[in-house]
């Protein structure tokens, strides 16, 4: 996996991964905001029957593993990126390539 092909196309992939999970991460924390209102609502209202009461805790409940879980693969694979972008910083035909530059940016994006 020495040559700069190879490595080019490792940083693309991985660059890829983090930025889709970066976006997968953020969705979940809208949905969660999203659930938890219409919870509070639901209880500020007087819920009709408990089960949707339930049913909305059950929901909020499940967003927010889902945002664990993601977070946890965000965070591997940020790790990962991060090491291959250290590890071909002065590499011939990839430290100074696109691919190295948008792996760069998609681990800011992760930072932010």
Do not use: C, F
């Amino acid at each position: 996996m020495s040559d700069g092909k190879s490595l080019r196309n490792q940083l693309r992939i991985k660059a890829g991964v983090v930025t889709r999970l970066s976006k997968e991460n953020g969705l979940y924390v809208q949905e969660a905001e999203q659930n938890q209102r219409k919870l509070d609502k639901l209880l500020a209202d007087g819920p009709e029957e408990e089960w949707d009461v339930k049913n909305a805790r059950r929901l909020v409940e499940e967003s927010n593993r889902m945002i664990a879980n993601t977070r946890a693969h965000l965070e591997k694979a940020a790790d990962d990126l991060r090491d291959l972008v250290a590890s071909t910083r002065g590499e011939e035909g990839v430290g100074n390539s696109e691919e190295w530059a948008n792996a760069d940016k998609a681990l800011e994006i992760v930072a932010s």
